[in-house]
């Protein structure tokens, strides 16, 4: 790789790989170290096409979500199986992954804009803006920036637009599936919220289980399902649909404490 080659965004790629291995060995303890990371499907990755791939994700914190997949990815890519062991990994990251971010959080600061040099593509959402709740159209621009990153490798996006749980599903994660056709990869994390702050950058409690589950692609008629029907699949997908929501059994209570023992804070 060439020092001035750079990625469609123009970004260089050479600055973009040791940003990559500094963030990542300054990261990797908060997953492996002071909490650890459960990892389970990344066998799943090393059978996708360089491009055109979405991982979709439910959110818990602005950024540890997406660190936490640059690690597992990178970590899956070269040979890892479900473990992020060995930092090594890092050496030769992919560097045709990026993640959707909100534009207004990416530019603050200097850490996030470091962050957003490795990969963010900063829109500007359409219902949210400086705390304060708005409603204004989508941007083309941000819409050909996505389809840039799709055509260029892979995407992460966080379809509920909130790291608050069970938050309704932005319709244009839906748009994009129906129009890129993209293979759709469904992630489930948890513990995040948990173990981190709400910025993901400060950390909040050790010896916490965070769960990361990659599931199988997801199977979409791009050409005749619905907008509300890829919707409610994203729901399912990421195990935010309402129904989740439902009373547990005793038996499921019971499992679900013995789960949250294992993510108690130990002191």
Known sequence: MGLFKKNPFGHNLFIKKWLIRILGVLSHRRFRGFNELQIDGSEILKTLPDTNVLFISNHQTYFADVVSMFHVFNASLSGRDDNIKNVGYLWNPKLNLYYVAAKETMSAGLLPKILAYVGSISIERTWRSEGKDVNRQVKMSDISAISKALDDGWVITFPQGTTTPFKPIRKGTAHIIKRY?????????????????????????????????IKEPLKIDYDNESIEDIVEKIEYA???????LKVLTPQQLKEQEELNEQRRWKS
């Not at 919220?193 to 990361?212: A, E, P, V, W, Y």
């Open 238 to 244: 990421i195990e935010q649909h309402p129904s989740f």
């Open 181 to 213: 056709k993209p293979i759709v990869i469904p992630i489930v994390i948890d513990g995040f919220r948990r173990s981190f702050d709400k910025k993901g950058l400060r950390i909040k409690k050790k010896n916490i289980l965070q769960t990361f589950e």
